[in-house]
């Protein structure tokens, strides 16, 4: 599978920005937003590990479909410069 250039932290730490939860096991990584009834799993990536291009894709299209984060802020999020 290809990878994107996003790491599995930024990821994270985008969901949980976002008010989602997570729990983790051996085998996966999940959040889940109560109020919008939408929720992630995700293989269990290491923070460094770089995310798959259909994992982002498939986030930033469930983000924007359930109104809690457009393809725009969610594509900037990614590419802002740290102040």
């Known amino acids: 599978m ?6 599995f932290a930024q990821v994270r730490r985008l969901l949980l920005d976002l ?3 997570e729990a983790r096991t051996e085998s996966n990584w999940r959040f889940e937003h109560p109020e919008s009834g939408t929720v992630f799993v995700f293989r269990p990536y290491a ?11 498939t986030t930033r299209t469930h ?3 359930r109104g809690l984060l457009s393809g725009t802020a969610f594509d900037d999020s990614f590419t802002k410069t740290p102040a």
């Open 2 to 7: 290809k990878t994107s250039s996003v790491c």
């Open 19 to 21: 008010q989602f939860t």
């Open 47 to 57: 923070p460094h590990d770089n995310v798959t291009i259909q994992d982002l894709a």
């Open 63 to 65: 983000l924007d479909w």
